[in-house]
């Protein structure tokens, strides 16, 4: 098992599943998370500190990182673009992807949605970059950032919703700025992502869930493996 999530930013995924990705890295599953910009337009920070601050938060949860140093605020869905997601699927070869929810107030969210997409639909033609084999993932999600909307499937995260908390802390540039400029990320922010989750495990009957949206049909081969 191995898993990739991609995010437009560096700590998004952090906010969509760092939980999750606590769970993975304790049974010892490889998680790869791919940012697609360096944040360089971020209204707080630099790309250095916010370089820094992802480098802290793979060490809370595990995780090796990949930056794809696309243009902040330019991600657009160009060929170029559309041949390195393809590529890195093709060589990282996941067996579950996850990436962004496409209904968030950031346009880069949707748009890194709108093109990991595409890229998956790519990958799997064998006449595309030929040079490298075609590969699909054998699951596929998308987790939110900043959207509110009823998950497909929620995962129970009690466990780890401390070590998530810890990974986004790392993230103080954009939190919980000393000098900087009001935000919609600064306004309790962290606070907020774990009062969702909080009530994504009230759905199941829980302390704290994630919550996915499926991209596919979940593949059940016999009715008693229903949950």
């Known amino acids: 098992m191995k898993v990739v999530a991609i995010g437009a930013h560096p700590d998004d995924i952090e906010i969509g599943i760092a939980g999750m990705t606590a769970q993975w890295t304790k049974e010892k599953t490889e998680v790869v ?26 060490d809370v949860l595990g ?5 794809l140093g696309f243009k902040d605020r330019g991600i657009d869905g160009g060929e170029e673009q559309l041949e390195a997601i393809v590529s890195l699927i093709r060589r990282e070869r996941p067996t ?23 890229a998956l639909f ?15 993932p054998e ?17 129970d995260i009690s466990d780890t919703i401390e070590v998530k908390t810890r990974a986004l ?10 000098d900087g400029v009001k935000t919609p990320l600064t306004d309790a922010y962290v606070e907020r992502v774990i009062a969702r989750e909080r009530h994504f495990g009230s759905l199941i009957g829980v302390a704290y869930a ?9 593949v059940v081969k016999q009715a008693g493996e229903l949950a």
């Open 122 to 136: 790519n990958a799997g033609i064998r006449k595309y970059l030929p040079e490298l084999e075609a590969y699909r």
């Open 33 to 58: 998370y791919v940012d697609l910009t360096r944040a360089e337009l971020s209204s707080n920070g630099d790309v250095e500190t916010r370089r820094q601050e992802a480098s802290a938060a793979d």
């Open 139 to 155: 699951s596929v999600y998308q987790y939110m950032i900043n959207a509110h909307v009823e998950p497909d499937v929620c995962v």
């Open 63 to 67: 995780v090796r990182r990949i930056n």
């Open 96 to 118: 579950h992807l996850l990436y962004p929810y496409e209904v968030d107030r950031h346009p880069d969210h949707a748009a890194c949605a709108y093109l990991v997409t595409e």
């Open 210 to 218: 994630e919550g996915l949206k499926r991209v596919r049909p979940y």
């Open 169 to 178: 802390q790392c993230y103080a540039s954009q939190f919980t700025p000393v």
